[in-house]
Structure formats: C-alpha cells, structure tokens
C-alpha cells in the first residue's frame, strides 16, 4: 500500500504564518504537524512509498523536510509530487489532487491510505489498515462529544457492521457526535471510481464529498480513531493544538 498526504492547500486563514511556510511544516509542541502525522502512521506494516503532494509554492521546502525526515527515520521512501498550482485560484482541489497523484505516478493498482498533513492525532493507527481491507473504502471518526461543534464538520451514521448509511457535509440538523475526518483508506478496486468522480464533474475540493458520494455506490466502512484528534484551522486553534499535544511529546 502506498500513502498520500495531502499537503497542497494555502492556509489563507494562517496569514501571515503561512505565507512563506506550508501549514503542515509548522510546529505544534515542537515537530512539524506533518511528522505527528508521519510518526503515527510509520507503524502500519507494509507501507512501499509515501507521496506528498503539494503546490510549486511549497515543493522545495517539502523535498527538503522529506530529506531530513528519512535521515532520522530510515525505512520510509518518498516521493513529493507538485501539483503545479501557485495559489488558491488555480489549485485542483484535495479530490483533485488525489486524482492527479494516482494518475500521474501510476499507482492504481496499490491500496492508498489518504490523510490530511493538519489532521492531528495522538496515537499510532497500525490497526487502521488491517481492519479497512474489509471494505473497498473507509472512513475514520472521531467522536467530538458535542452535537453543536459538529455541525462545523460532518455527520456521520453507520449500521450495526460500521458500515456507512450516512453522510452530511456541515449537518444543519446532525443526529450523532460522530465525525468523519481526513484519514481515509480506498483498496485499489474502488480507486477506479475516483475517474467517475472527476470525469461527471463534482467538486474536486473537500476530500469527505467524495465519501459523500461514494458510500451509497460502494460499502464504505469506518474506524473509531484513539485518543485526541485535533482539526486546525486558524490561529486560535494552532495554539490550543501546541499545548494539547504538548502531554503526547516523547
């Protein structure tokens, strides 16, 4: 299987922290929040390649974090992939670039595990993999125990299997506390799929609409994602995320 990590945004919202570095090379609680990201999914056995796609902005800095990343943990090879976007007029969009990846390194005959660079978790997911190879998709949650906060992301709900029965893009009305966030798993019988996505036109952004789409078509399963899940997105949550995840330093 193969990872992808989608690194390609602008993080407007950051400004003007992020004018000049990605979002996914900041520090929270003293490493990179793409290396949280990295180090929890290191553990899943049978990893042939991890692909970062960025855009021609930030393509340099990440060749070179990668670079320094396989000197401290071997093992691990890297392939960095510009999108050739220069802002958020022209970017292709989190759908759209995984598109872009699959098609032009050629990996659709490979599992690929697909997470955000931002999304934050506290512990390793090596079960996350074995258990997604039950389904030709899966979609990881997180219960943010709060009906209100979850109308910020999405809504998720599922038969007694774990199986997907629904899903809802900023749920005016959510009916559970459980979200789906950017940590996916798509076995390469479904990548197919992806082509139809893009080819009837949806919308190449917000990785979860493809969820959206998929799960009435396919068996889309999840997984219940351990301890502390943390979403950044502005400057106030960047500096709660840097004393949270400041207890899971080791």
Known sequence: MNILILAAGYATRLYPLTENKAKPLLDVAGKPMIEWVLDNLAPIPDIDRVYVVTNNKFAASFEEWAADYKTRHAGLEFTIVND????????????????????SQNISHQDLLVVAGDNLFSQPVPDFAVAAKNHPATLALYDVGDLEAIRKYNNVSTDADGVITHFEEKPAHPTTTKTGIALYYYRSDVLPLIDTYMAEGNNPDQPGRLIQWLYPRVKVGTWDVPGTWFDIGSKETLIEANVVFQKFVS
């Open 84 to 103: 050739g976007s220069t802002s958020d007029a022209d970017k292709l969009g989190a759908i759209g670039d995984i598109h872009h990846v699959i098609k």
